[in-house]
Nanobody, 122 residues
Framework: QVQLVEAGGGLVQAGGSLRLSCAAS????????MGWFRQAPGKKREFVAG????????RYADSVKGRFTISTDNAKKTVYLQMNSLKPEDTAVYYC???????????????WGQGTQVTVSS
């Protein structure tokens, strides 16, 4: 069992930055692929970024490549999403997720956090 708690969302102007964190608990944390997803009003939840806890396998959605960076601190059991050059279209609820497979498919992630709101004003 893995519990995930996100933090770091908020309101920022376009061009600004935010860093989200996802604190995990559970003895098997090290075996999971950790992902960030987001869901805007009226839209499907979409993959943003993912990372194996060894750091050897990292994936990004095309829409965030070059602007967002995912990283981990295994000692703290925490995954981060550094978001730079934010755009109004990045506005969404951001969710942390954990799964057993390296994938961008939402259905493959077993554990989810409660989400944190990110709002980017123009």
């Amino acid at each position: 069992q893995v519990q995930l708690v996100e933090a770091g969302g908020g309101l920022v102007q376009a061009g600004g930055s935010l860093r989200l964190s996802c604190a995990a608990s559970g003895r098997t944390f090290s075996s999971y692929f950790m992902g960030w997803f987001r869901q805007a009003p009226g839209k499907k939840r979409e993959f943003v970024a993912g990372i194996t806890l060894s750091g050897g396998n990292i994936r990004y959605a095309d829409s965030v490549k070059g602007r967002f960076t995912i990283s981990t601190d295994n000692a703290k059991k925490t995954v981060y999403l550094q978001m730079n050059s934010l755009k109004p279209e990045d506005t969404a609820v951001y969710y942390c997720a954990a799964g057993e497979f390296v994938t961008t498919m939402r259905e493959a992630f077993r554990y989810w956090g409660q989400g944190t709101q990110v709002t980017v004003s123009s």
